[in-house]
């Protein structure tokens, strides 16, 4: 995983957690606030992929677009383990607020194997590893303690 996927793959998925928490405050069950969440996500997405194309003034189009797609590639990957654990939880029955109560722990866990892995990268110790993939996943659990603070 290249530096730039992993960075964005982090902002992705703090904002996926982020969109997931603030929008089930409004009730809207299940597939909707899959739908509002991927909805914006691909917003933030698009923007972002925008940006980077416009910023590069040092290529062609062609290579600004296929660079801004590829460095932008992780807010995309970051929707997977929040929405498959929504839609798990609708298609489980469960609900809405077990459903984004298992999204939000597995965005933890996304972000702190997304810790672990910008660590290894670096050769890290292991001490090093599990303080990265902790303060990494450190951010996911100041969103739920946010989100139980707003409940």
């Known amino acids: 995983m290249s530096r730039a996927l992993n ?13 997931i928490s603030a929008f089930s405050l409004y009730n809207p069950g299940l597939p909707v606030l899959i739908a509002r969440a991927v909805g914006t996500v691909l917003v933030f997405w698009g923007a972002h992929v925008y940006a980077e194309i416009v910023g590069n003034r040092e290529t ?5 677009v296929r660079e801004a797609l590829q460095r932008s590639a992780g807010l995309l990957w970051a929707l997977i383990v929040p929405v498959v654990c929504l839609a798990s939880a609708a298609a489980l029955g469960l609900s809405m607020d077990a459903g984004v109560d298992v999204s939000l722990w597995g965005a933890v866990i996304t972000l702190a194997v997304l810790g672990w892995w910008a660590a290894r990268q670096r050769r890290a110790t292991l001490v090093a590893k599990l303080a990265t993939a902790a303060a990494t996943a450190g951010m996911g659990v100041a969103l739920i303690a946010l989100k139980a603070l707003v409940h």
């Open 60 to 64: 062609s189009w062609r290579e600004a």
């Open 7 to 19: 960075a964005e793959a982090v902002y992705g998925t703090v904002l996926t957690a982020g969109l």
